[in-house]
Structures are given as C-alpha cells and as structure tokens.
C-alpha cells in the first residue's frame, strides 16, 4: 500500500473499526491529488476538500473510495460505456455505483460526508421503493441499477434531479489503458482479496464483513445479454459445407484416375463439399404490445445489425400485435427508431408473424415480446424469444434470452 498524506490518519482509523475494509485497504495505491478525490482503477487519489471533513468522515470517504477500487467500478464503468455506446451517462453510472456503496456503508455503521446519494432513496425518488436497505442491496448491482436508470427519458429526469438535489459530483472514471489494471489476472486477485477480507470482517463481527452475504454488488455481474445474442446469431448465420452434388470430392476425382489408369471399375460418385450461395438472413419480430425499454431496443438492433453485417446477412424488422402492421428491410449504417412509424397497444398473436417471416426464408427469427400471446405451429427455422425482465415464461418453442 502506498499512502498519501492527507489519507493517513483516515487509514489508521479504518483499521480499527472494519477490518474487512482495512484489508482491502492495502492493496489500493493512495496518493495525494490536486483535484476533487477520485478513483481510477485500483488508485485513490484524495483531494483538497478531504482535509475540509471531520475525521469519521474522512474515514467514510476513504472506506468508500476502497470500495471503489475493491468492487472493480472503474473496469466495471468502461464495459458499461461499451455496451451502451453513445447513449451512456457517466454520472447515472457513477450515481448507481455510489448510492450502492453509501448505503453499503451507512449499514455498516460507517459516517460518510453529506449530502450523500444513497440506494433507498434514489430507488424512491424514481418510483420503485425497496422494503429496505437490505432487501435493496441484495437486489441491485451497479450493471443493473446503471441500466435502469438508462432504460427511458422519465427515469433518468428524475434521476438527475435527485443528483443536482444531493449535489452529486461523480468520483469514478474509467481505469488508465497503460495501467494494466483491468486484466483478467487483476479480477481474479480482487474476488480474491474480497473473500479474504470479508471473512476477516465476519469474524471481528463489524464492519462490512457481517453485511457479505447480502451484497449483489459483490458478485462478478453475470455475461451481457448483448454477449450471448452475437454467439446465438453467429452460429445462427454460420455456414457450414454441405455436400454438393455438381461438384464432384477431390478424393473421388482422384480415385476414378486411379481406377482409369489401370483399367478398374470406376468407383460410386462422391459429392464435395460447398457453401451454400444463398446469403443469411436475421428477421426481428418486434412486438408493439408489450413495453420494451428504448434502451434495450437500441442496443439489441446495434447487436443484431453488427452481427449480421459480420455475417454478410440481411436483417429484416417485423413489428406486430395480432398482426404484422409493419416491415422494414434494416442498414447496418441505420439509426435505430429513425423514421419508422409503427402503432402500440392491442393484444398479441405470435403466428401471423411466423407466417410473415417464413415469406423472407429467414436463417434465424428473432422475438422481442413478453411471450403472452398464441403461437400457432413451431416454424421450420430457428426461433429466438428475446424477453424482458425476469417474468416467468413458457415459451412453445424456440430458446430464449433475458433482456436485462
């Protein structure tokens, strides 16, 4: 551990009231900066302003900027700013990570420096109250809080309210690219650091240590549902050799000269092997009845459209509810939304759309719908239902994919 002045005292004290963060604790670089204190990846760097706090405040503020370093918030923030491109807002990312924390600490018993953002009542603030501080830190990840904040226009209002409210001045940022921080030998020594340091802070029985097992923040955040959709549809659109009858297999042509040369049978004919020339094709079911955060909408047509464009394939858009009221043909280089005209509400019918896309000989379907509706027959292609939320769901046929 390297540490600046102005954090020293702070660090001492730490140590003798949560051992768990102690611990962590050690494995930051502390330095003094010119700057408000800020942290990037595995660095603290303590501002002017720290000095201005009482001493149980300097230990809160340095107890959360470990946690900062500890739960991996700066790699965490770049693969976030990744999946949302230029719809990401640094300072809602930075005010789901720090109300997850303040509270964190708060239940910890912890003084932190006020105003302070905090999880209960930012949850409440955008109109979706938690039981408790518990019940809420054992639901919310910083990735699942970040994008529901990111979800609509109304939600992310009121979040910044709530922000220019408290104050709110964002104190993470994205780690150094010549820092090596944020290698995968780096978060398997930080899930290492961390069961260490919370068993130290379960057996003292204070501190963050006895709150370990509530933490959704501190499990590795699960693969982006963007991930597993680009391998679903690249294998999808893949082709493989099949056997081709006009073109004869090398072995045979070579086997029927053997046979020529000395005046043997001819052996059976053996097809080679060739891709098929028909080029793959992506349809997008986009059912208008069910609401799908415009966030996610934008993001899976990113997806959709980068795979197929990688494939070569075309991607076509189907919007419908008991019928299909619309049909596009999809660019690679078109913005999502832009200029399209299509009717919400009704009910839901899934087979005019099977119906539909079957015309467009698709390589792959793809659903976005809550599933709720009649089917009709399972189509001859693959079918992806692509669902939002954590409902649960019977699908007829097909896999699934949780939009989160």
Known sequence: MSTGHRASTALMHLGEIDPALSVLALWCVHSDGAEATQTSGNRIAYGPEFMSFTLAEQVGAVAHHVLHVA???????????ERLGEDFDADLFGLAADSIINETLLQAGHGIPRPAVVLTELLEEIGDPAPGPVAALSEWDTEALAMHLHANRERRGKASKYQKRKAFSNDVSPESAKSGEGTERSRLDWRNHMVRAM???????????????????????????????RGLLSKALSQFPEPHHKRPASRWIAASEDARRHKRAAPGYVPGLARSVSRSRVVVGLDTSSSIDEAILKMFFSEALG??????????????????????????????????????????????????????????????????????????????????????????????????
């Open 71 to 81: 739960l991996q918030h700066s790699e965490r923030y770049s693969v976030i700013r």
């Open 307 to 404: 795979v197929s464009r990688r494939a070569g394939a075309e991607t076509y858009l189907l919007a419908f509810d008991e019928e299909v009221h619309f049909q596009t043909a999809l660019s690679v280089h078109q913005s999502p939304f832009s200029g399209w005209s299509v009717r919400v509400g009704g009910g839901t019918n899934f087979a005019p759309l099977i119906e539909e896309a079957e015309k467009l000989d698709p390589s792959i379907l793809v659903i976005m719908s809550d599933g709720d509706g009649p089917s009709g027959r399972p189509p001859k292609y693959p079918v992806l239902w692509a669902v939002p939320g954590n409902a649960p769901v019977e699908l007829p046929f097909g896999a699934m994919l949780r939009l989160r």
């Open 199 to 229: 068993e130290a802070g379960r057996r003292a029985g204070v501190g963050i240590g006895r709150l370990g097992t509530i933490l959704a923040d501190l499990a590795p955040p699960e693969i982006p549902w963007e991930v597993r959709l």
